[in-house]
């Protein structure tokens, strides 16, 4: 018997890595323990942990695939800070 883990890396190119490797760059950690986190990936990408958002609140049309998240606009500053010292 396969896991999940082992039949998807089997149909996989080589090329493709299974994981994407995220780096926390800036977090925002509330009372609640839940904390909006900004990371960098080895894609030379960002990655953003927050509130979802859905496109009926803010009025937009999201495509298959998109999502919207929501973060404190000082934690997102703050994280292009650290993205342009550590570049």
């Known amino acids: ?3 999940h883990e082992e039949s998807v890396s089997a149909v ?3 090329a493709v ?5 995220l780096t926390p760059v800036r977090r925002s950690c509330g009372p609640s323990g ?3 986190t900004v990371y960098q990936t080895e894609r030379q990408t960002v990655v953003v942990q927050g509130y979802a ?3 009926d609140d803010a009025g ?3 495509p ?7 973060i404190p606009a000082d ?3 703050e994280a292009a800070d650290e993205i342009r010292r550590a570049a």
């Open 53 to 55: 958002v859905t496109g």
């Open 34 to 36: 839940s904390c909006p």
């Open 17 to 21: 890595p299974v994981r994407m490797r």
């Open 60 to 62: 937009v049309e999201l």
């Open 64 to 70: 298959d695939g998109e999502l919207l998240v929501e």
């Open 12 to 14: 996989e190119t080589p």
């Open 75 to 77: 934690l997102l500053l």
């Open 1 to 3: 018997m396969t896991n």
